[in-house]
T-cell receptor
Framework: GNSVTQMEGPVTLSEEAFLTINCTYTATGYPSLFWYVQYPGEGLQLLLKATKADDKGSNKGFEATYRKETTSFHLEKGSVQVSDSAVYFCALSAYSGYSTLTFGKGTMLLVSP | SAVISQKPSRDICQRGTSLTIQCQVDSQVTMMFWYRQQPGQSLTLIATANQGSEATYESGFVIDKFPISRPNLTFSTLTVSNMSPEDSSIYLC????????????FGEGSRLTVL
């Protein structure tokens, strides 16, 4: 079956530090990959996505590259801000008539001034 | 994008009672999905709700515990029946962003605490 594994948190960083949150996946076929973000007290929002190998998704300074050879989709940001503090979920979608998402457990990011 | 409204946003419930969560979408959608997010855990798909047919439940979830209604293309309800403290979770309604995109839009969730 499909599964997503991401690094456990919390990840604690100082403002302007470099961020990496690791995500690897197991899936049959060629899934689409996503990063969702959940800010405190809010619902999930799509942060970025990639639909095929070697695609790079980017948004708000965050980037992730779909690496088929390593089955990975690591999230990176060069300089984090306090406002980036949130829980980040890696997910995959394996379309089979309709799309459902398989999520990782989420990684909490805490950024201090 | 779709705007998804859920009610209630949060509630505190007594053991043994049932609660119905409503999900309203601002556009017509074929499928709606209900997820559960237990404390400190990831999101787990409970069921997929198609308008005009019975909901399809994932392994570990049954209709008697989580009955779902889908009366039209913009609305769905999820009932959590005979609640126990283990049902304390955030329940999220979601819809597809479009065929073949794989992306989902989520409501803000309904946070239930069962005492």
């Amino acid at each position: 079956g499909n599964s997503v594994t991401q690094m456990e948190g919390p990840v604690t960083l100082s403002e302007e530090a470099f961020l990496t949150i690791n995500c690897t996946y197991t899936a049959t076929g060629y899934p689409s990959l996503f990063w969702y973000v959940q800010y405190p007290g809010e619902g999930l929002q799509l942060l970025l996505k990639a639909t095929k190998a070697d695609d790079k998704g980017s948004n708000k300074g965050f980037e992730a590259t779909y690496r088929k050879e390593t089955t990975s989709f690591h999230l990176e940001k060069g300089s984090v801000q306090v406002s980036d503090s949130a829980v980040y979920f890696c997910a995959l979608s394996a379309y089979s008539g309709y799309s459902t998402l398989t999520f990782g457990k989420g990684t909490m990011l805490l950024v201090s001034p | 994008s779709a705007v998804i409204s859920q009610k209630p946003s949060r509630d505190i419930c007594q053991r043994g009672t049932s609660l119905t969560i409503q999900c309203q979408v601002d556009s017509q959608v074929t499928m709606m999905f209900w997820y559960r997010q237990q404390p400190g855990q990831s999101l787990t798909l409970i069921a997929t709700a198609n308008q005009g047919s019975e909901a399809t439940y994932e392994s570990g979830f049954v209709i008697d515990k989580f009955p779902i209604s889908r009366p039209n293309l913009t609305f769905s309800t999820l009932t959590v029946s005979n609640m126990s403290p283990e049902d304390s979770s955030i329940y999220l309604c979601s819809v597809s962003a479009g065929q073949d995109t794989g992306e989902l839009f989520f409501g803000e969730g309904s946070r239930l605490t069962v005492l």
